[in-house]
């Protein structure tokens, strides 16, 4: 049984009542056991028949602080409207519980009446007797309250996050396919007979991503080979005007990564370096893992020029939206560096799965 099975079942009206029922029977035999070594002669069972008798003076504080002067004042800010009726209710319960005492616990449980006027009051002393048990249940009712609140914001972050991977994870496919029709369309302006091999690509990566990447993570094998199929058709767009190499090494089998996570990085290095070189372009990627270390470098020639950001590699929805996952679904477990040259971009990524 999990935790919200658990709860669901103490929040049945039953469960409470006898939850309730057993907490004030266990506070009833404590206090009773806590006095008992002032009455040596007499048993537990006796001293607690007597304190029955006050014990709903006990409750009525309690579940009246607890269940209305905290939600209803304190829990709103309204300090000093709780604070007058604590004090005046306060002060009645001491009477009431006095006045059980005075007027029916002496005369028919003790068989006695005492010579002491009903005042003066200990006041102090009563209303520890009575308040004790109230302050416990209230100090255990902020608790769980600051606890449900820390949960529900938790919650609402977790719910947060997960729509922001959501609408980030949609915004990836549009985002790929727009840049592969982009290759196709090439490709049917020149009449190339490859353009048939691009729409079966193309289909077989259209049903990676509407079946096969919808899991918070796959196997990086998986992601391998969709960074293959996308290479594949770059080799047929680009043909002998590009020297491609893509290696991968390590410990491959059974280890698993967000979907999609590296591909941009690749698109990244066609996109805005490849198709921007007329020839002798160069695309290098390497992928190593080493136990739960995946390493990632794609290195690419690009147009050579000094400006900061020549070709927009830092504007690209692609790695814009890898950036935002990587620090929603690896906080503190990844490092992303690049590195520009006057005729090459790097990017390092380095991933604890």
Not at 44 to 70: H, N
């Amino acid at each position: 049984m999990n935790t919200d099975n658990i709860n669901a079942f103490i929040r049945r009206p039953p469960v409470r009542i006898l939850l309730h029922l057993l907490f004030w029977f266990l506070y009833l035999f404590i206090s009773a056991a806590t006095v008992k070594k002032f009455y040596p002669d007499e048993s537990v069972w006796v001293i607690m028949s007597r304190y029955i008798f006050t014990l709903p003076i006990d409750v009525m504080a309690t579940y009246f602080t607890a269940y209305f002067l905290l939600p209803k004042l304190l829990y709103r800010k309204r300090l000093v409207l709780f604070s007058v009726i604590f004090i005046i209710t306060a002060i009645g319960f001491i009477l009431f519980q006095r006045s059980i005492i005075w007027y029916y616990m002496y005369p028919n449980v003790y068989k006695t009446q005492p010579s002491s006027p009903f005042f003066p009051i200990n006041w102090l002393y009563t209303f520890t007797n009575i308040y004790l048990v109230v302050f416990a249940v209230s100090v255990i009712k902020l608790l769980q309250r600051n606890f449900r609140k820390e949960k529900n914001m938790q919650e609402l972050s977790e719910k947060k996050i997960e729509a922001e991977l959501k609408f980030l994870k949609a915004q990836v496919h549009p985002h790929f396919l727009f840049n592969t029709l982009n290759n196709l369309y090439a490709l049917t302006l020149e009449q190339s007979d490859k353009a048939s091999e691009v729409v079966l690509k193309l289909s077989e990566l259209l049903n990676y991503m509407l079946y096969e990447c919808n899991e918070p993570t796959i196997l990086v094998s998986k992601e391998i080979k969709l960074i293959e199929n996308y290479l594949s058709l770059e080799k047929i767009r680009y043909g002998e005007n590009m020297e491609l190499d893509f290696q991968v090494a390590g410990e491959i089998a059974g280890k698993k990564i967000a979907p999609m996570l590296l591909l941009p990085f690749v698109e990244n290095a066609f996109k805005h370096g490849v198709s921007k070189i007329a020839r002798n372009a160069r695309v290098s990627i390497n992928l190593n893992l080493h136990e739960e270390e995946l390493i990632f470098q794609v290195r690419n020639t690009k147009a050579d020029t000094t400006s900061d950001d020549p070709a927009g590699y830092s504007e690209g929805i692609g790695l814009k939206n890898v950036q935002r996952r990587l620090e929603l679904m690896y906080p503190d477990r990844h490092t992303l560096t690049s590195q520009k040259t006057r005729s090459e971009f790097i990017v390092y990524l380095k991933l604890n799965l």
